[in-house]
């Protein structure tokens, strides 16, 4: 028995959201994400928010948002930032299992060079600051992501392949 949730955690682009609609479908759980949560309760997408608001606001809702979601039986898809603020990564350890995607960094600048217009911290980097910011973010959040009970080191991983990894 997989003790749950299950939480998907990593960097922008590592592939969460995609993979947590998957393993939760495997696993007949439901599957959430953390940013649709927050978007949805607020009434207005990630980007407006943090426009509007700071990013500070944003990392309070975040917290909330995944309080509520501690004892829930589901995937939970977090965002990139959720195990870096404040004790989330204590709460979400003594929570459920957690999954660290640790995609290598030149495969997430090539997917969000592409994809990163919904992204607020990113949307207007240049290619050479992106290099920058994504290099000095994967150092400041390695530690906590690397708290994770599973870290996975591909690119892609099946939810069969990660089941068998969790079991
Ligand atoms: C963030 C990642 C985003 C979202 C917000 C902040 C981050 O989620 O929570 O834009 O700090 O890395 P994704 O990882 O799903 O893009």
């Known amino acids: ?6 939480f998907l955690i990593g960097f922008m682009a590592s592939g969460k959201s995609s993979l ?10 439901s599957c959430l994400d953390l940013d ?12 407006e928010i943090f426009k509007k608001e700071g990013e500070q606001y944003f990392r ?5 948002a995944l309080k509520e ?17 404040y004790d989330n990564m204590d709460l ?3 929570s459920g299992t957690s999954v660290y995607l640790n ?5 997430l600048l090539g997917r969000l060079k592409q994809n990163r217009s919904k992204r607020p911290l990113i949307a207007n980097l240049s290619e050479a600051e992106l290099l ?23 690119p892609k991983i099946s939810p069969n392949e990660l089941i068998a990894l969790l079991t």
Do not use: W
């Not at 004892?71 to 870096?84: F, H, N, Y």
């Not at 920058?132 to 591909?154: T, W």
């Open 1 to 6: 028995m997989i003790k749950t949730p299950i």
């Open 20 to 29: 947590a609609k998957k393993l939760a479908n495997r696993l007949e759980l």
């Open 36 to 47: 649709d949560m927050i978007a949805e309760k607020e009434g207005r997408g990630i980007t």
């Open 60 to 64: 309070e809702a975040e917290r909330r």
């Open 69 to 85: 979601v501690a004892s829930k039986r589901a995937v939970i898809a977090l965002g990139g930032g959720t195990p870096c603020f």
């Open 92 to 94: 979400i350890k003594k």
């Open 103 to 107: 995609v290598p960094l030149k495969v």
């Open 132 to 154: 920058d910011f994504v290099k000095h973010q994967l150092e400041e959040r390695s530690p906590y992501y690397l708290q994770a009970d599973l870290v996975v080191e591909k």
